[in-house]
């Protein structure tokens, strides 16, 4: 009777953790599960949710691409699902190459949602040609396992297009569509007041070179109840262990930085889970800055944002989605949120939420995948699921010395130093005997180099954690 059982559908998910693991704040900095940038869990959150169907599990592969995985996938899964952001930008290229060495191994269908293109305002994609056999490559690869590909708005849509692929639609990012096809902003109050509570949000670069540590500054003048929400690992790490070993540590006028004084005022804040950023953002009046993902998690809480837009990744989800926007670099120097408060419509985000949530579903049919609002519950076993359990609150600056707080953050350093020093100490059996068969010709080099990435990088990690 046993072959009448038909197995579930797994589907493997690009992600750097389930949606329901609860991770520890410091486990959570220690493992990077947010993939460098928080926003990445808010549009693989989505898609986890998105597919979960009866019948379908759905597993994070935590962000790994391991070529050598390919039989292993091939024979646990039915499909391997990638949702991606700005992938095609130079700074991914070696990760671009690996994934596309990967799924030219698999035999399973693969299907990529939501892939940007990163370049400037004007759209101009020279700073891509370098890298456009890696693009072409990795697009190939993809399509000659799935039906077409899915892109984030018009600008990817042509620079493909060019390159002469037909097969890519247009269908902006997962994570507006976690709650299907019901979307509602609204303003709660006529006007933003010295009262008023405003999320703000902006990368590195935006603050360091195109104007918003201006802004933020002006602002923060303006309105007490101000805060900063940062998504970077690096910005977590200064907040809980006020480390500054990142570059990113260098750029004292970024809000998470230990030395500005929202910092010391605790006015900032960064999320390991999209569930408790959501619903922190429920109390605010307004958002704005120049994180996309950032103000899609206001726009997903119902409160009103605004997208300071500083390239074409953020423009062209922006007009896709037609959230409101401004160029980063035709700001005003007096910018004043409430202004942009005033000037924001929502009237083309919400009405057209429905058609475009349609087309993303017919996008993930033809790609033979069902979706919960049409195949399920409508994601309620979901939400019921996230509900019931506790994720840890926002990351807050560490600005007490309270004996609790050191007992906490220096007990886990103690752990962790317990666990490298025996991991240390296999692997110095291991060397050992690796060196006394070693043939003259033939030294134990991959046996120390297995030592240095085991143990050298995390130590020195925990190193620079307690010195900072």
């Not at 797994?10 to 750097?16: K, Q």
């Not at 039915?78 to 190459?97: G, H, Y």
């Not at 958002?287 to 944002?305: D, E, K, M, V």
């Amino acid at each position: 009777m046993s072959h009448n059982v038909r197995r579930s559908k797994r589907i493997l998910l690009r992600s750097g953790k389930s949606p329901y693991d609860v991770v520890p704040v410091e486990e959570a900095l220690d493992q990077d599960v947010i993939a460098t940038n928080s926003g990445n869990l808010i549009f693989s959150d989505a898609t986890h949710k998105i597919l979960e169907v009866p019948g379908t599990e759905v597993v994070s592969n935590g962000i790994r691409t391991e070529v050598a995985a390919a039989g292993r996938i091939n024979e646990e899964f039915d499909a391997f699902v990638v949702p991606l952001a700005n992938a095609f930008r130079p700074s991914f290229e070696t990760q671009l190459k690996r994934l596309t060495r990967l799924i030219g191994k698999l035999r399973i269908p693969v299907v990529v949602v939501g892939v940007g293109a990163q370049s400037g305002l004007d759209y101009n994609p020279a700073r891509l040609k370098a890298m456009e056999p890696s693009v072409r490559a990795f697009v190939s690869a993809v399509l000659d396992r799935s039906a077409s590909i899915g892109v984030r708005g018009e600008f990817t849509e042509k620079y493909l297009n060019d390159m002469g692929f037909r097969d890519v639609e247009v269908i902006g990012c997962p994570s507006l569509f976690l709650d299907g096809k019901e979307l509602a902003v609204e303003k709660r109050v006529p006007a933003l007041t010295a009262d008023s509570r405003i999320a703000v949000n902006g990368s590195h670069n935006a603050v360091q070179k195109q104007g918003l540590d201006r802004i933020i500054r002006r602002a923060h003048e303006r309105y007490p109840h101000l805060r900063f929400i940062g998504q970077n690992i690096s910005d977590a790490r200064q907040l809980h262990w006020r480390d500054l070993s990142d570059a990113n540590g260098r750029v004292t006028s970024m809000p998470t930085h230990p030395d500005h004084p929202m910092y010391g005022e605790d006015k900032v804040r960064v999320y390991v889970d999209p569930v408790t950023w959501i619903d922190d953002l429920r109390a605010f009046d307004f958002s704005f800055g120049s994180r996309i993902h950032g103000n899609i998690a206001a726009l997903l809480a119902g409160t009103p944002a605004t997208v300071l837009c500083g390239d074409s990744r953020t423009l062209e989800l922006c007009r896709y989605f037609e959230i409101p926007h401004r160029l980063i670099n035709k700001l005003p120097a007096d910018l004043d949120p409430a202004r942009l408060y005033e000037e924001a419509d929502f009237t083309g985000l919400v009405s057209g939420h429905h058609e475009r949530f349609e087309r993303f579903t017919e996008f993930l049919d033809r790609n033979d995948l069902q979706n919960t609002f049409t195949h399920g519950d409508g994601g309620t076993s979901f939400d019921d699921r996230m509900r019931s359990l506790s994720f840890p609150a926002g990351i807050r600056p560490w600005n007490d010395t309270d004996l609790t707080s050191l007992t906490t953050r220096f007990g886990w350093l103690h752990s962790r130093i317990d666990e490298l020093a025996k991991d240390n100490d296999t692997l110095k059996r291991e060397l050992a005997r690796a060196r006394s068969g070693a043939t003259a010709t033939g030294a134990p080099t991959s046996v120390y180099r297995r030592a240095r990435r085991m143990v050298g990088r995390p130590i020195r990690k925990v190193i620079g954690a307690g010195r900072a």
